[in-house]
């Protein structure tokens, strides 16, 4: 019982307790670049997810075989692999995303959040346990930039995955789908999120 607990925990403390956007503030070259909106925020979190999951898992089944010398190279080739599959992925299937997503897929090969949790947790933990952190993390990083991206979107132009809710000629505040808008966004958000979180733990 307490070890199903302790595996709730080490999922749910990616969503909440330490989430990577909103409470660890790692990964903000893709939040601030790309979350223009939610499409383009949910589409960087699942390759970011992928990855993420992907690398984990590699890395918790091939640790004891990496000297620690090159701990570090090691995992950064394999997090590039996994980045280069969804590049490609998302060329072939889905270009447009491709196109708005542009250099910060490959980027997503220096993120920190993925080689933190490669270094810090898939490295000393077992394949299940390494799993549901990469899940939780993963997921905490969807949550953060879809959310980041839809309020993005329906202030600073009135739609919410592409569609729109308000006349064409209504007053939006463009300042959001900015670069500035970025910044002011992810600040509410981000003590949003915390005061939620703190007054229900």
Do not use: H, W
Request: aromatic share 10%.
């Amino acid at each position: 019982m307490a070890d199903k607990l302790n595996q709730t925990q080490n999922f749910l403390k990616g969503i909440i307790k330490e989430n990577p956007i909103f409470v660890m503030l790692l990964g903000m070259c893709p939040t601030l670049g790309v979350t223009s909106s939610a499409f383009n925020g949910f589409g960087m979190g699942v390759a970011t997810l992928f990855v993420l999951l992907m690398s984990n898992i590699v890395v918790s089944l091939v640790k004891s075989q990496i000297p620690s010398k090159v701990r570090i190279p090691a995992f950064i080739i394999i997090i590039a692999s996994f980045v280069t599959i969804v590049e490609m992925v998302l060329e072939a299937f889905v270009p447009f995303l491709y196109e708005q997503l542009g250099i910060f897929i490959p980027l997503i090969v220096v993120n920190c959040l993925i080689l933190g949790r490669a270094e810090a947790f898939a490295s000393k933990n077992n394949l299940f346990s390494s799993i549901l952190d990469a899940l939780g993390m993963g997921l905490g990083f969807v949550l953060a930039l879809t959310v980041l991206g839809a309020t993005r979107e329906i202030l600073g132009s009135g739609s919410l995955f592409g569609m729109k809710f308000v006349p064409e000629n209504a007053n939006t505040f463009i300042l959001f789908i900015l670069p500035p808008g970025a910044f002011i966004a992810l600040a509410y958000l981000t003590v949003l999120f915390n005061k939620i979180t703190i007054k229900t733990t």
